[in-house]
């Protein structure tokens, strides 16, 4: 009987990045770039990946006619580059999220809560340059809400940032992620940013900064928690 061929999430002839994409298609989920595909790395492929990209990266650097061989800042930097993006700077995308203890609102806390600011780095998903801000959230508890520890925030909004972004996403995966996390009444994320796409090429502006925000539940429909809430942050210092 001629033997099966291997589904190709399996192949160990494939490439890690095609075997990776096989399984995301197989199970019909998508892989944008400010997606996290964690669940579809088996043990050990993040190396196999590293090495990948490292490879690919050396050829991007052979195509900018960089002389690697005798440029001695340049002999490590496609494997600098590679760990980089995957360990840190793109790490949101191949990591789970990270663990959150949650407590019980036993005091029936339902009075406003911020957080903030919270210092987001990220990289524009258009020129991959750097997205550098601050982030405040806003919540109002139920007797229902889980509540978390303070530097949980930070963690998850990191976890979030450290992919591929637009602003505009980014803020909305935020307040998704923490509203399924919180479940509280009511939630406001507001974030500041610099975008390097600007400061870097293009019209070259260093002075512009994008703020914007993602309002759910009681900040959406009370305006004067809203206005509460944006006068607390005060944004101008």
Request: with cysteine; aromatic share 6%.
């Amino acid at each position: 009987m001629p033997k099966q061929p291997l589904p190709p999430g399996d192949d160990p002839d494939l490439p890690v990045s095609a075997r990776i994409r096989a399984r995301i298609r197989t199970a019909q989920q998508r892989f944008n770039a400010n997606d996290n595909i964690s669940d579809f790395l088996e043990p050990g492929e993040l190396d196999g990946l590293l090495e990948e990209v490292a490879g690919k990266m050396q050829g991007v650097l052979e195509s900018l006619v960089i002389d690697t061989q005798s440029d001695h800042n340049t002999q490590d930097t496609a494997r600098r580059v590679a760990k980089m993006y995957l360990t840190e700077v793109f790490r949101g995308r191949y990591a789970p999220a990270p663990p959150v203890t949650e407590f019980p609102n036993a005091a029936f806390l339902n009075e406003l809560m911020i957080v903030g600011p919270i210092t987001v780095r990220s990289a524009c998903s258009h020129h991959f340059c750097p997205i550098m801000g601050r982030l405040w959230i806003g919540l109002m508890p139920n007797e229902h809400s889980n509540l978390i520890g303070l530097s949980k925030y930070s963690r998850l909004a990191e976890w979030i940032m450290s992919r591929p972004q637009i602003q505009e996403e980014a803020i909305t995966q935020i307040a998704e992620l923490l509203m399924d996390k919180v479940t509280p009444d009511g939630l406001a994320v507001v974030m500041e940013a610099d975008h390097f796409c600007m400061h870097w090429r293009g019209v070259k502006d260093s002075a512009t900064k994008m703020v914007n925000s993602a309002m759910r539940g009681s900040f959406l429909k009370d305006a004067s928690l809203r206005r509460e809430f944006l006068s607390l942050i005060n944004l101008k210092d």
